[in-house]
Every structure is written in C-alpha cells, then in structure tokens.
C-alpha cells in the first residue's frame, strides 16, 4: 500500500456497512419491496468519495461501496473533485441531474456500488414530528406511552376522554371538555401537563445526521382541536376564548397563544366552519397567532452548551392546555414539528417533492436499469446518517416515497445509532425491546436494510479527547497517534446485540 494514503486525511470514519434482509418479501401499500439487485458482500467506507478519482478506494483497499456525505447546499464531487453545480436541496434538476448519473457510471466502472446519500433525501428525512397525546395514558398505545402526560384531567362528567366517533374523529381517543351552559367560565382546567419526555426540542448542541441539533429549523406547535360548529358560527361568539396553549422552555419561560373561535375560521364574520378538527389557525392582525412558533437558531427551548440533556433533571419543556370552560372543545395531541416535517407532510412544497421523486426515477431507477443488467455496481439504497425517535414519521414516509416510485426495487437504508434513538425514553436506564424496535422500524417506518455502527478504526488525537484504539495513523483522520493514550476498549454505538440478534 502506498505511503500516502488519502484516507490518513480525508476519512473520518471507516467501518462496514452490512445489510439485515428478510427471506420474505414485503407489502407496503400494495408495493412489493424487492430484494436488492446484487449478491455481494458490502464493504465500504463512510465519506469514501473523497477520493475523487478512485485512486485507492477500490484498487488498494478492496472497497465495493461509494458514499458521500451531503448538506443542504452541497451534493456530490465530480472525478475532478470540483462540486457539481446545482447539487443541493432545490437545485435545478436539469443541471445537475447527468452530472449525479456520470458519476454512478463512473462507480460502477470502478466496481463500486453507490450508496445514495442526497441532499434532499436527508433534509426531508430530518423532519422531526411529535404528537403529545391529552388522554390518559392508559388509552395510549404503550409503545408510545411517552408521548403522554403525567396529569391528564379527566372528571368523567365536564372534561373526559371519550374515542370520537364523528365523522372528524374516526374513532380516535380525545379529550372531550363541555362548557357550563349557566355560568360559563366559571371551571377553568389546564387539562395537560407534564409532558412525559421532554428532551426533543433541546438537543442543541450535539450533532448527528443531517444538522447539529434541534435548533437549525423552525419548529410549530400544532394542537389538534375542533369546537361546536353551531357555537363558532355564531357571530356574537368569535371572540370567545377557547384554549390557550402555554409552551414552556428548559429555563420555564413561557410563550403562550391564546385560541379564539375566530381562528377557527379565516373570516370571522362570512366563512362557515363546519366542526372539523384544525391543526394550523387563522391569523388575525387584532388576534395574532404568532406563540405557536420558535423560530429557528434561537436556541430557545435550551441555551446552554453545557447541560447534560439526558440525565440533567432541570429541564421543564412542556406543551400545556388551559381551557377557558367558555367553549365545547375536543383535544386529540399537540404535534410539535419542525421545517422539514412541515415542507414533507404539513405543508408540502412540492418542488422538494418533486426533486426527490426525480433522483429515485430519473436519476436511481435510470442507471439500474440501463447499462449491463447483470452488473452488481449500481445504486444500492437510498441512505440517512444519525436519526432521533421523532425523525422516524418523516423517515416513514419518505420511505414510503422511495418504494412506491421505484416499484419496490429501491427503499431507504438507515444508520442506527441506538443511543440517540433512546433518549425519547423517561428512564435513561431502560431500553428498548427487540420487539418495540422492530415496530418502529420494521412495521412503522418498513426499513429493511440497517446500518449499525461502532467507531472502531479511530485513533487516538495527541492531547485530544477523542475514541481510542490500536489502529495506526494511516486510519486515523489527523495522523497525529499517541500510542502512550491507547485505550484497552473501544467507543462504541451500537444497538444491543440481544436487540439485533431477536428481530433481525
């Protein structure tokens, strides 16, 4: 091997990327998920596009599996190593389109697989989207139990839970609060709070995946309500206090958005609001909505660097209801989402939309299906770095994408860092089952192929506090090796093998 070997520089992290399959194949909304296209063992290295022009990647270290890392405004490196012009989220697709398929021809010329990690794969795959449940836990699925309140108020006569089996309820558990017709106002309740798990919002400061922390986009706090449609179109009562949802940060400030009957409706005086349930609401320059609503980079929820979000008792994040007892009212969640999940699901933008259905059909499913057909080096999986619990609805959907416009031969492949999924547990101590890993994964967000890691071919940085091994400089990033500061053990962050070995 040569002296100088790029990967002693430019590679950050190496290890193996091996795929779990099902012998079974597997319906998704009417479209089979098929196996994948070739028959090899995958070996490859994490951000192995560095070395543009294939000098070693494959010849000297026997890799079959290209990958680059991607962002918002930066996307694959052509042979030359100069950025492909217009690779980013939003970019225009007729430019950089047969930039992106020469360089999967030139991998597969090279004999490597093309891992596709892309920019607007990851920004819409990084959507985050909870939704707190207001009824008792115990009407929960306990899967999901921390996504519920310690104190759901529940008298069994004025406010209860009760499945609404209207038209606009289909069923579903909500919290169910009527007015006193003679002295209205006069039983004020917050009907939730003390949010199970309130870490989502805080992480800050470490990264992981597509952006360091939850503070890189917008996040929206969206209750799902509906009120008596007779009541809200009633003119005299539009001004009518209905809720008000009280967010409160680590520190305990609060920002709080009083709900109207007019915000029901997007004119208080003309429009007919027929009873359904709302997420987003009216606007109104007397009447703003404008608490519903952290903007991004603030740092709100959690500004200081130096907390331990995981085991730092301090934190009073919450998403708490205070009804005015002056309106029927019926609460199913509040979700709590940010830009992403908002541009994927809520609110689509369909340019995103439809540069993510282009690189599936246009640009993956076009090279696998030209070119030798017998040829193993073609697109392997679509892929995500690091994710947190609340990424899965977005990564489930985006999947859903994935399969149903390739006609199941492409999906989505996920890197599972077990320790970040956990941190939605209220006990720090517990894990996980197999089985409950398999729900979210497997059956909830239908993943088949799964990424675990360990950063096992770190070096130690001299004066550094960083992993450890026994590997030697021309594995390490820096070059910079203390072999005084070799550790016995390594850093690892894995999913527990009894968890991998039951579901798996």
Request: aromatic letters at 12%; proline letters at 4%; a negative charge.
């Amino acid at each position: 091997m040569k002296t100088k070997i790029f990967i002693s520089v430019l590679l950050l992290l190496l290890t193996i990327i091996f795929s779990f399959k099902n012998s079974e194949h597997v319906t998704y909304s009417g479209t089979e998920i098929l196996p994948p296209q070739q028959k090899l063992f995958i070996i490859g290295a994490m951000h192995d596009a560095m070395d543009h022009n294939y000098q070693y990647i494959s010849s000297e270290l026997g890799l079959n599996m290209f990958h680059q890392y991607t962002s918002e405004n930066g996307g694959w490196h052509q042979n030359n190593g100069t950025p492909i012009p217009e690779d980013k989220l939003g970019g225009d697709i007729s430019v950089y389109g047969q930039y992106v398929r020469n360089k999967i021809a030139s991998n597969e010329q090279n004999n490597l697989m093309t891992l596709m990690d892309r920019p607007v794969t990851s920004y819409l795959c990084f959507g985050q989207g909870s939704d707190y449940q207001v009824e008792d836990s115990n009407l929960v699925d306990p899967d999901y139990i921390f996504y519920t309140y310690r104190h759901s108020s529940d008298n069994n006569n004025t406010i209860k839970d009760i499945p609404d089996n209207t038209q606009y309820g289909n069923g579903q558990y909500v919290k169910q609060c009527l007015y006193d017709r003679v002295s209205p106002g006069t039983h004020p309740d917050t009907i939730v709070k003390g949010l199970k798990t309130n870490r989502e919002q805080v992480n800050n400061f470490f990264g992981g995946g597509y952006v360091v922390g939850d503070s890189a986009f917008n996040w929206y706090i969206m209750p799902r309500i509906r009120i008596d449609s007779v009541f809200a179109n009633n003119s005299l009562n539009k001004d009518k206090e209905v809720c008000k949802i009280i967010t409160s940060n680590w520190e305990g400030e609060l920002k709080e958005q009083v709900l109207k009957v007019k915000h029901f409706k997007p004119n208080s005086d003309t429009s007919v609001y027929h009873g359904n349930y709302l997420e987003i609401y009216n606007h109104y320059d007397a009447d703003p909505i404008e608490n519903l609503f952290i903007e991004h980079g603030t740092n709100w929820f959690n500004n200081d660097s130096t907390r331990d979000i995981w085991l730092d008792q301090g934190n009073k994040v919450d998403f708490k209801v205070l009804w005015y007892d002056k309106c029927d009212m019926w609460i199913d969640y509040i979700r709590v989402e940010n830009q992403p999940a908002r541009d994927l699901m809520t609110v689509p933008k369909q340019n995103f939309i439809n540069q993510l259905m282009y690189e599936v059909k246009d640009i993956a499913m076009n090279m696998i299906n030209s070119g030798d057909p017998n040829s193993p080096y073609k697109p392997y999986k679509f892929y995500i770095e690091e994710f947190e619990f609340n990424h899965l609805p977005s990564i489930g959907y985006v999947n859903k994408m994935i399969i149903d416009s390739s006609q199941g031969k492409l999906s989505l492949m996920v890197n599972c860092n077990y320790d970040m999924i956990n941190t939605i547990l209220v006990d720090r101590n517990q894990h996980f089952t197999a089985q409950q890993m398999k729900k979210y994964l497997i059956d909830k967000a239908k993943v088949r192929e799964i990424f675990t890691h360990s950063y096992a071919l770190n070096g130690w940085e001299t004066g550094g506090l960083g992993d450890r091994s026994f590997n030697p400089p021309t594995l390490h990033y820096s070059g910079d090796y203390d072999t005084s500061k070799v550790a016995p053990r390594l850093t690892r962050r894995v999913i527990p093998r009894n968890i991998l070995n039951r579901f798996l």
